[in-house]
């Protein structure tokens, strides 16, 4: 079983990983920005009384926050050998952007970039430990292409990508293996306001879990350090 780190919204994509693989056995430290919104949830720390999981205030724009939450879980864990990053926002900002759109900007690339980056430099010589460490990390298929006007929140993503593939070459030798997953749209928060795609038709979050925990039994051998999904076709990757 792992020691597994999980960022990530708590009504989104990681909390359907952190569901799945705390079922499957795997030691689960959630880092969420409000940990009040897991109240009355089965990831409520009053309700799941599990000495698997723990759920931690983790803020992608402190860095403390990540310092703290790492070494709470190792306190508890003894170490981490797995990080799964699904912490992230959605910004409209397009490439003629009003000048009051500078703080979205800085905001798309503390939080999906700079987080990312900042809680796998905290945690690497844990990853580093038993020559297995697994990272895995929500890109989107933003962070392969650009399509419209996005342009803040594509930027993000391909400097995003980009970490991924350094992540992979630093950690290569120590048994380190990325996996960047790129959905299209998934049915969570950060798509309620797409009306021009039903949401029926859109990648579910479980979906995105059940990948994760097939990735997790995987030896360093066949890890695929890409996996893009498509819910519409894709005609430029």
């Not at 990831?43 to 990540?66: C, F, G, Q, V």
């Not at 051998?221 to 990757?237: D, G, H, M, R």
């Amino acid at each position: 079983m792992r020691n597994i780190l999980i960022s990530g919204s708590s009504r989104g994509i990681g909390k359907a990983i952190a569901l799945k693989l705390l079922k499957e056995g795997h030691y689960i430290s959630l880092g969420v920005r409000k940990k009040e919104d897991l109240i009355n949830t089965k990831l409520d720390p009053k309700l799941n009384n599990s000495n698997r999981l723990i759920i931690n205030t983790y803020d992608a724009t402190n860095e403390n926050s990540s310092k703290e939450w790492i070494e709470r879980t190792v306190k508890t864990f003894k170490n981490i050998d797995t990080i799964i990053h699904c912490a992230g926002i959605f910004k409209r900002t397009s490439l003629i952007f009003n000048d009051n759109d500078m703080q979205d900007i800085e905001n798309l690339w503390k939080v999906n970039v700079m987080g990312p980056w900042i809680l796998t430099k905290d945690a690497w010589k844990y990853l580093s430990k038993n020559n297995s460490g697994r990272i895995i990390v929500l890109v989107s298929m933003s962070g392969k292409r650009s399509k419209g006007n996005l342009a803040g929140y594509s930027m993000s993503k391909f400097a995003l990508m980009s970490l991924c593939q350094t992540m992979r070459n630093e950690g290569w030798e120590k048994g380190i293996r990325v996996t960047a997953i790129c959905p299209g749209w998934v049915n969570t928060d950060m798509a309620k306001e797409i009306n021009h795609f039903p949401k029926k038709d859109m990648t579910q979050a479980n979906d995105i879990a059940n990948i994760c925990s097939n990735l997790l039994d995987l030896p360093n051998s066949a890890v695929p350090f890409e996996i893009a999904i498509n819910c519409q076709l894709e005609k430029t990757i």
